[in-house]
């Protein structure tokens, strides 16, 4: 009992997220630098993400919606991607833009919003 109640009393750091799904088991734990982008997948998210210099990914059972609204860091650039902000490097042509060890399509309607970075 004790156990539990000292595990609630130390805070989280600011810099980790705690990515929640709809199932129980569906969690994800990482530092909000290492996030690169939220992509949709059916019934699905596919988070990329960076771990020891390379992309990793993890696939968990929600909406992108739902992720923006939990993670209001992120800008969306298509209706089937979420990035954050600090991994854009630069446009690679006029629909399409690269991140950190990859690259994104922009469609015309999220094209403004990617613009203001």
């Known amino acids: 009992m ?3 109640y000292s595990i609630k009393l130390i805070p989280i750091p600011e810099d980790i997220l705690s990515i929640k799904g709809d199932n129980k088991l569906d969690i994800l ?7 690169i982008s939220i992509s949709n997948a059916q019934n699905y998210v596919e988070i990329f993400f960076i771990n020891n210099n390379e992309l990793n ?4 059972r929600s909406s992108l919606t739902k992720m923006q609204e939990d993670l209001d860091f992120l800008v969306r650039i298509h209706r089937s991607h979420l990035i954050n902000p600090s ?5 690679k042509n ?6 950190t ?11 403004e919003a990617i613009q203001a970075i």
């Open 57 to 60: 990914s993890k696939l968990i």
């Open 29 to 35: 734990k990482i530092k909000k630098s290492e996030l």
């Open 101 to 111: 060890l990859m690259e994104l399509p922009v469609s015309k309607k999220y094209k």
């Open 94 to 99: 006029k629909n399409t833009i690269s991140l």
């Open 87 to 91: 991994h854009f490097k630069s446009w």
């Open 2 to 4: 004790a156990r539990r």
